[in-house]
Antibody, heavy 119, light 109 residues
């Protein structure tokens, strides 16, 4: 069973870049079994898919966020990361890292981390 | 790309059945048999209960079932239990992307 743990700042200032890391245990991010996703949930609202990176480094992003998002792999640390630039209050959310059995079955979720955008 | 359409709320009595719908388009639900459903209790991460329209992962009770007709997918929970009270989200593959429904809050009466 893959386990995932998000980490990163809980508070980001408007216009800055949000950076989160997901540490993976129980499988290798370069192993080929999964796509590695980020999903977010604003307080009291629904889920929004942000994007994924495959074991080989191919990425796909939500078109509504594509201009501001980057997802990367660090195989040496068995981690993957999210960067979201030029944030506003609308980016305040719980951010989850999630494994996907492609296509589109999200099988394992991290516990989530709340990121608040505020000055 | 708009979210898939789910009713904001649904309810059913203990032991009864309830069906939650998820309506998309010919570009998502109507085009692919890759619809999944997620259960989320307050303050917890979501958990998948149905994948590929109608398959149940191990450990999910058989009273959870899924189906699809045209552009609409459905999740049916029979023999409702108190622990089924939660938010439910559908998700569809769209070729390149993935898209969630807006979520349905299920109340067990």
């Amino acid at each position: 069973q893959v386990q995932l743990q998000e980490s990163g700042p809980g508070l980001v200032k408007p216009s800055q870049t949000l950076s989160l890391t997901c540490t993976v245990s129980g499988d290798s991010v370069s192993g080929g079994d999964y796509f590695w996703n980020w999903i977010r949930q604003p307080p009291g609202k629904g889920l929004e898919w942000i994007g994924y990176i495959s074991y080989s480094g191919n990425t796909q992003y939500n078109p509504s966020l594509k201009s501001r998002v980057s997802i990367s792999l660090d195989t040496s640390k068995n981690q993957f990361s999210l960067q979201l630039s030029t944030v506003t209050a609308a980016d305040t959310a719980v951010y989850y890292c999630v494994t996907e059995v492609p296509p589109a079955t999200f099988v394992s979720w991290g516990q989530g981390t709340l990121v608040t955008v505020s000055s | 790309q708009s979210a898939l359409t789910q009713p904001p709320s649904a309810s059913g009595s203990l032991g009864q059945s309830v069906t939650i719908s998820c309506t998309g388009t010919t570009s998502d639900i109507g085009a692919y048999d890759f619809v999944s459903w997620y259960q989320q209790h307050p303050g917890k991460a979501p958990k998948f209960v149905i994948f590929e329209v109608n398959k149940r992962p191990s450990g999910v009770p058989a009273r959870f079932s899924g189906s699809k007709s045209g552009n609409t997918a459905s999740l049916t929970i029979s023999g409702l239990q108190t622990e089924d009270e939660a938010d439910y989200y559908c998700l569809s593959y769209t070729g390149d992307n993935r898209i969630f429904g807006g979520g349905t809050k299920l109340t067990v009466l």
